[in-house]
């Protein structure tokens, strides 16, 4: 149940994402490699919230700062390593929108992984989820 609401959450953190994306290269305000990394950071402030609190189940402000630190510290290694595929990509796929999907969907299922066990702490980030009140971390 936690990786389906992972998904979940990713899905809306991806829409954040992608408008981003495309808002600043509509504008012409920055390339595609800027961009991403932009418009993923506005995303990953959303996924870090929401994740924590309903992807899975942490209440209250204890570990918030750790948990923050170690999402983000993934985020910095995520974000560029999404981006120099989509780099990689942009030379075989002509539309920067489609590139970006297939460079994104590369990272999604690691991302899943690095978030559950090393951001939150969950050593079974697949098994079925502890009842929401008794995971407060």
């Not at 981003?20 to 996924?47: D, E, Q, R, S, W």
Request: glycine fraction near 8%; charge should be positive.
């Amino acid at each position: 149940m936690t990786f389906i609401r992972y998904v979940g959450v990713q899905i809306a953190a991806y829409a954040v994402d992608m408008g981003g994306f495309l808002a600043l290269l509509h504008f012409g305000i920055t390339g595609p490699v800027i961009a991403n990394l932009l418009a993923k950071a506005c995303a990953g402030l959303f996924a870090f919230s929401v994740h924590r609190a309903f992807t899975f189940g942490i209440t209250g402000p204890s570990r918030r700062g750790m948990h923050a630190i170690r999402y983000f510290v993934l985020l910095a290694i995520n974000a560029p390593l999404s981006s120099a595929i989509l780099a990689a990509f942009l030379h075989v796929i002509p539309h920067a929108a489609v590139a970006k999907i297939v460079a994104d969907v590369l990272t999604v299922v690691l991302s899943y992984f690095l978030t559950a066990r090393v951001v939150f702490g969950r050593s079974h980030a697949i098994a079925p989820s502890k009842p929401r009140e008794q995971r407060q971390v």
